[in-house]
């Protein structure tokens, strides 16, 4: 199957091969490895990616390599990448859209030993 990469996605690869290559030729190459195979696995195994309520749009597929979430969808015979990213850019929490983030009352403070 073609595999496919949206500007999106072509863009954060260019912009993070950018980012290691400025700091190390070892992990762009790696970087650049990662990217291959990915594109390898869903062009070979279309199917391959889980579908799970973590991935962003229902219906979409994601493969995770090395470390780099890959997500993608299969349209008209194509497995296009929508979105790719490391996983250290991804939240780890959900972020409630009413919390309460500002900084906590001193007063209230209630720890042993502290007045």
Partial sequence: MKVRLSS????????EARYLR???ASAALKFKEIVDRAILLIGQHPAAGFQQSGVPIKGSH??????YLFDYDIINDVAWIQNVRHSRNSPTIPIEPDADYEE???AADRTPGKR
């Fill in 8 to 15: 999106e996605a072509r863009a954060y690869v260019a912009q």
């Fill in 22 to 24: 400025d700091r190390s």
């Fill in 62 to 67: 994601r493969v995770v390599i090395g470390g």
């Fill in 104 to 106: 906590p009352d001193p």
